[in-house]
């Protein structure tokens, strides 16, 4: 079965530094990869996907995450916060024949001023 | 650009109380997904609807509810009769194909009483 785990409920960095969001995926075959993020009183916005291809996916708002097949990872990084980033985010999975997405349980990401 | 739009942002019930709530998915959408979240919890998938039937649905997609597409443009939950378990946020999605991304909807909030 299908299972995703976000490393951290919350993870705070301050204005300018790396951000970096972990997120690990079981599945028996190779999967589609998400991060969603979700503002504050707003609904799920998509970041980034990996569906094939290139392992490094670069998405809206400065974003990227890798896809390492070897750790069944697949980070989220951002070179230099910003305040704006202050967000929830998810990490998510859905096999290629599937309709529903599996959602890990999200990373709250504080920035520092 | 388009959107996903859902109606109400909230509402509350009482116990036992049937309970409606109505998405509208991306015009030349043709997959339409419901997912939900309780406080504090992952977003959990609940059903997906395509060609006018069901055709994934979870294990907390019981009797109790059902999905409609009364017309063109709306796409609806119906929660017969409400448990104080139901109370979550109410995310819908829509899809181009099962392979194209899921785009969400702002999310309904149900507080059951």
């Known amino acids: 079965a299908q299972s995703v785990t976000q490393l951290g409920s919350h993870v705070s960095v301050s204005e300018g530094a790396l951000v970096l969001l972990r997120c690990n995926y079981s599945?028996?075959?190779?999967?589609?990869l998400f991060w969603y993020v979700q503002y504050p009183n707003q609904g799920l916005q998509l970041l980034l996907k990996?569906?094939?291809?290139?392992?490094l996916v670069k998405g809206i708002n400065g974003f990227e995450a890798e896809f390492k097949k070897s750790e069944t990872s697949f980070h989220l990084t951002k070179p230099s916060a910003h305040m704006s980033d202050a967000a929830e985010y998810f990490c998510?999975?859905?096999?290629?024949?599937?309709?529903?997405?599996?959602f890990g349980k999200g990373t709250r990401l504080h920035i520092l001023p | 650009e388009p959107e996903v739009t859902q109606t109400p942002s909230h509402q509350v019930t009482q116990m036992g109380q049937e309970v409606i709530l109505r998405c509208v998915p991306i015009?030349?959408?043709?997959?339409f997904y419901w997912y939900r979240q309780i406080l504090g919890q992952k977003v959990e998938f609940l059903v997906s609807?395509?060609?006018?039937?069901?055709?994934?649905k979870s294990e907390i997609f019981d009797d109790q509810f059902s999905v409609e597409r009364p017309d063109g443009s709306n796409f609806t939950l119906k929660i017969r009769s409400t448990k104080l378990e139901d109370s979550a946020m109410y995310f819908c999605?829509?899809?181009?194909?099962?392979?194209?991304?899921?785009?969400f909807g702002p999310g309904t909030r149900l507080l059951v009483l």
């Open positions: 999605a829509s899809s181009e194909s099962v392979q194209e991304t899921q785009y």
């Open positions: 599945s028996s075959v190779p999967p589609y």
């Open positions: 990996y569906t094939t291809g290139a392992t």
């Open positions: 998510a999975v859905r096999l290629n024949r599937d309709d529903k997405i599996i």
């Open positions: 015009s030349n959408h043709l997959y």
């Open positions: 609807f395509y060609n006018n039937e069901i055709s994934e």
